[in-house]
């Protein structure tokens, strides 16, 4: 794995400046309503690799047992503040900032299921379903950008990292001022990402920090709540015992997802990040 620490440091230099202007505050809080609304690429589906190679050989990969993750441990502790929220999750494994305007291609290209189908863009059945049951859809969440940034892990190409944080910059405020619009009393939560590399390549971390300071800075400026799962899974002690306990990275597929015990954590984090526990 070969990383750039001139354009690394340059992309976090450029994400900063970037931020400088942000001034919105978080949206007023408000309870959870009937429907929770879970976006987002492989950590909203719970993917886990060691379960899909086994459904996949077995002939057939069932949606429905992904059913460990932060999106169903977070609707799981909504049930109890609100009972029935119903869950909707459009998750999309392998989806980028840029995917999300436009099509699923775990779904659309590769015939694999999702949790609730959908034909098209995850932007537009969100915002379809918002519309479609509008003042019912709160809370919304939301972990996009690391498929962005990831393949500048082994690209070539200097610019890859600014370009990629760049574009992530611009998608997430598109998404979220589009989400506030159409759900403007909603409780929207983003999530920032934990570093799976952190351990054996302690480099990408400089690639992680900048990624999640492009999160934050699109979140504040449309009053969205911010979810922090690099705490808890990067810098909690001891590590790296704490990264492999809570993701699958230092198993024999070196998959990046996150254990169950790793998705429970996430989804502490969105929870404390709702304010609904109080």
């Given at each position: 794995?070969?990383?750039?620490?001139?354009?690394?440091?340059?992309?976090?230099?450029?994400?900063?400046v970037s931020?400088?202007?942000?001034?919105?505050?978080?949206?007023?809080f408000?309870?959870?309503?009937?429907?929770?609304?879970?976006?987002?690429?492989?950590?909203?589906?719970?993917?886990?690799?060691?379960?899909?190679?086994?459904?996949?050989?077995?002939?057939?990969?069932?949606?429905?047992?992904?059913?460990?993750?932060?999106?169903?441990?977070?609707?799981?502790?909504?049930?109890?503040?609100?009972?029935p929220?119903?869950?909707?999750?459009?998750?999309?494994?392998?989806?980028t900032?840029?995917?999300?305007?436009?099509?699923?291609?775990?779904?659309?290209?590769?015939?694999?299921?999702?949790?609730?189908?959908?034909?098209?863009?995850?932007?537009?059945?969100?915002?379809?379903?918002?519309?479609?049951?509008?003042?019912?859809?709160?809370?919304?969440?939301?972990?996009?950008?690391?498929?962005?940034?990831?393949?500048?892990?082994?690209?070539?190409?200097?610019?890859?990292?600014a370009?990629?944080?760049?574009?992530?910059?611009?998608?997430?405020?598109?998404?979220?001022?589009?989400?506030?619009?159409?759900?403007?009393?909603?409780?929207?939560?983003?999530?920032?990402?934990?570093?799976?590399?952190?351990?054996?390549?302690?480099?990408?971390?400089?690639?992680?920090?900048?990624?999640?300071?492009?999160?934050?800075?699109?979140?504040?400026?449309h009053?969205?709540?911010?979810?922090?799962?690099?705490?808890?899974?990067?810098?909690?002690?001891?590590?790296?015992?704490?990264?492999?306990?809570?993701?699958?990275v230092?198993?024999?597929?070196?998959?990046i997802?996150?254990?169950?015990?790793?998705?429970?954590?996430?989804?502490?984090?969105?929870?404390?990040?709702?304010?609904?526990?109080?």
């Open positions: 794995m070969r990383f750039r620490p001139i354009a690394i440091m340059a992309a976090i230099a450029a994400s900063l931020s400088a202007s942000v001034s919105a505050g978080p949206a007023s408000n309870q959870p309503k009937h429907y929770y609304l879970a976006l987002g690429d492989s950590l909203a589906f719970g993917y886990q690799q060691a379960k899909f190679n086994a459904e996949a050989a077995a002939g057939g990969v069932d949606a429905t047992t992904f059913n460990t993750g932060y999106v169903d441990d977070f609707g799981a502790k909504l049930r109890a503040v609100k009972h929220t119903r869950m909707v999750n459009f998750g999309c494994p392998g989806e900032t840029a995917s999300y305007f436009t099509a699923c291609s775990w779904h659309a290209v590769g015939g694999l299921p999702l949790h609730d189908t959908y034909s098209g863009s995850q932007e537009s059945a969100a915002l379809a379903f918002i519309g479609d049951h509008r003042n019912q859809v709160s809370p919304i969440t939301l972990d996009l950008g690391a498929n962005d940034t990831t393949p500048c892990f082994t690209s070539p190409d200097p610019a890859c990292v370009n990629a944080l760049a574009r992530v910059g611009a998608n997430l405020d598109r998404a979220l001022g589009e989400l506030r619009a159409a759900a403007p009393n909603a409780e929207i939560i983003v999530m920032t990402y934990y570093d799976p590399y952190a351990a054996v390549a302690p480099q990408s971390l400089a690639i992680t920090h900048a990624l999640n300071n492009a999160i934050t800075t699109a979140a504040a400026a009053g969205v709540r911010v979810a922090d799962a690099f705490t808890p899974i990067n810098l909690a002690q001891p590590q790296p015992a704490t990264l492999c306990a809570l993701t699958l230092c198993t024999a597929l070196h998959d997802h996150a254990s169950d015990a790793g998705y429970a954590v996430i989804a502490q984090q969105f929870w404390a990040a709702s304010d609904y526990g109080p």
